[in-house]
């Protein structure tokens, strides 16, 4: 099927903005452009694409899926474009990483500044999301590298691996639960005390879930909360204990404002990862970057 490029240039610009209008704004084409070209592949496709109202555009079944072969296809001709502009040199660019707010505050800082000192020219752009999410988004083609949390449970497929850094997870609380310090508890002894826990979309969640499944326990959280920071600084204030790595709380333990739970069963270490996609090319500054880490 012979079909002219800028056929899916127009259409891709459609789908991201569900929009005409911003599309042609985008091309700096005419609206009527964009529709004609997006009847001509439907016509060359032999299938609708977009369902159109006067308020709003919407991809149909068979739109949704072009798109997410179209997008990835996007990403792969701009990334393909950079690595040709960093080829000789690293004067120039960008390097698109995906990672959680917790790994780029407690991991990532120091390597972000370092990189900026090696390649001031290269702009850095950061994508927060949780690892699961942060996946999908190196699938997708929307950033070069993702740094995440590996869950034990969860095979990469097409994806290349490097590993880190340890975690060493820990149930910690504050001298609001001082009779707890010393003593040894078991999972049961613990899924009874109010817990603080991350959200359900997060890697750390879902190893917290499966550690209680493995004993037959079902715990329900105190509160639920979108920020690791934020887990720390309510659990700091007494209102429950809480689950997280013991790298990131260093300082909290070290100043006696939070202590670690003692348990009966030794917590699974995790690991962080480097993960590229095999079916993407990695730029030259990503590599770079790899090779800091």
Do not use: W
Request: charged content about 20%; glycine content about 4%; hydrophobic content about 40%.
């Amino acid at each position: 099927m012979d079909i002219n490029f800028e056929l899916y240039k127009v259409f891709y610009y459609v789908a991201k903005y569900l929009s005409f209008s911003a599309a042609a704004n985008e091309l700096y084409i005419s609206q009527s452009a964009v529709s004609q070209a997006i009847k001509l592949l439907e016509e060359k496709l032999n299938t609708k694409l977009f369902f159109r109202s006067t308020k709003q555009v919407q991809l149909s079944e068979s739109g949704l899926l072009l798109f997410t072969h179209v997008e990835q296809a996007f990403h792969l001709f701009k990334t393909g474009e950079r690595s040709l502009s960093e080829l000789y040199t690293l004067e120039q660019g960008e390097l698109k990483i995906g990672a959680s707010d917790t790994i780029c505050k407690y991991y990532l800082l120091p390597y972000f500044k370092q990189f900026n000192q090696l390649y001031p020219k290269i702009k850095l752009n950061v994508t927060n999301r949780p690892s699961p999410v942060c996946v999908d988004l190196l699938k997708k083609g929307l950033v070069d590298i993702s740094v995440v949390n590996l869950a034990p449970e969860k095979s990469y497929p097409k994806m290349t691996i490097s590993k880190c850094k340890m975690l060493h997870d820990v149930f910690f609380a504050s001298p609001a639960f001082s009779h707890l310090q010393g003593s040894l508890l078991t999972f049961d002894e613990v899924a009874a005390l109010p817990i603080l826990t991350l959200e359900k979309n997060t890697t750390t969640r879902t190893f917290l879930d499966t550690l209680f499944a493995q004993h037959n326990i079902l715990f329900q959280p105190e509160i639920q909360l979108g920020s690791v920071d934020l887990m720390i600084e309510l659990t700091k204030i007494g209102l429950g204990i809480s689950f997280i790595s013991r790298e990131y709380i260093q300082k909290e333990l070290a100043d006696n404002q939070l202590f670690p739970l003692t348990l009966t069963t030794e917590i699974p270490k995790r690991e962080l990862g480097i993960i590229t996609y095999d079916c993407l090319p990695v730029p030259i500054a990503a590599q770079k970057f790899i090779e800091l880490l």
